[in-house]
């Protein structure tokens, strides 16, 4: 996605930008409320209805409007938070246990957190607006890297470190055993009687690294993700965030550009 230079509060107006996206950022409503916006032909663009939420606008320019009240566009926002132990990354949460989106003061953007980290994992996440970045992130197509510290119960051979690498055979929501992707591992060295694992991963699914150092016996009993790409929680008290910078915006931005040369599917 295109966008103009960042300004001092870290976002970015965005100028091409998916319609659905655009309204749901500007909060008009969540994404299911905006799609029944768009089919109600409540949305107009430069005064022709438009319902098609995947229609590409220009957002600084063409006037958008929702129930007949012009929407403006909301400023792009990346922030890189280092997420503590005792926080979930879902924004609502069945238990009603604190979530990610409550440790950013200041922030008035609306955004999402990229990915998700378990409740009891620490480290560095990418919370954004940018949806469009945000799935070339997540979706395990593109083969966006994240590297995690496992420290686990024994300490594991070079053998089962290697399973790690080739892909073990691991659970997945239905119950059903799928082999993951091939991976880097490497053994860190140990800490009171637990091993310490570096991984690197290409997909995310849930508790992917917890399932993985089960399936070759050595269960997780703490996990950091130190990289998100390039991005480290360098700098970051657990619980603290900053505003990414235009850099690393652009880095990031490369990465989508290249990723979104092959469509992933729906
Ligand atoms: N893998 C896991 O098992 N948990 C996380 O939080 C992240 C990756």
């Known amino acids: 996605m295109k966008t103009v230079p960042a300004s001092p509060s870290g976002g970015a107006l965005p100028l091409e930008q998916n319609l659905a996206q655009f309204l749901a950022n500007a909060g008009i409503g969540s994404r299911r409320q905006v799609s029944d916006f768009l089919r109600a032909g409540m949305v107009t663009v430069n005064g022709m209805v438009e319902r098609q939420g995947s229609r590409v606008i220009q957002a600084r320019t063409d006037a958008v409007k929702c129930n007949s009240k012009r929407i403006m566009p909301v400023p792009l926002v990346y922030i890189l938070l280092h997420k503590p132990l005792g926080v979930v990354s879902t924004l609502d949460d069945p238990e009603n246990r604190p979530t990610v989106l409550g440790l950013l003061r200041g922030v008035r953007e609306r955004v999402y957190p990229v990915g998700r980290l ?38 594991p051979s070079e053998s089962a470190i290697h399973k790690l690498r080739l892909g073990v055979r691991i659970p997945n929501a239905g119950g059903v055993f799928e082999k993951s992707q091939p991976a880097e591992a490497h053994f860190l060295g140990k800490s009171k009687q637990r091993g310490i694992i570096a991984l690197t991963v290409r997909e995310g699914r849930k508790h992917q690294v917890r399932k993985m150092c089960q399936a070759i016996g050595h269960p997780v009993r703490s996990l950091q993700r130190v990289k998100f790409g390039f991005l480290t929680a360098k700098g970051l008290a657990p619980g603290a965030w900053r505003y990414m910078t235009p850099d690393e915006i652009t880095r990031l931005q490369a990465f989508a550009r290249k990723a979104g040369k092959e469509q992933p599917r729906p």
């Open 118 to 155: 378990d409740y009891n994992t620490t480290g560095v996440m990418l919370l954004t607006n940018d949806g469009d970045l945000a799935l070339r992130l997540t979706h395990p197509r593109f083969g966006f890297q994240k590297t995690y510290h496992a420290h686990v119960e024994g300490v």
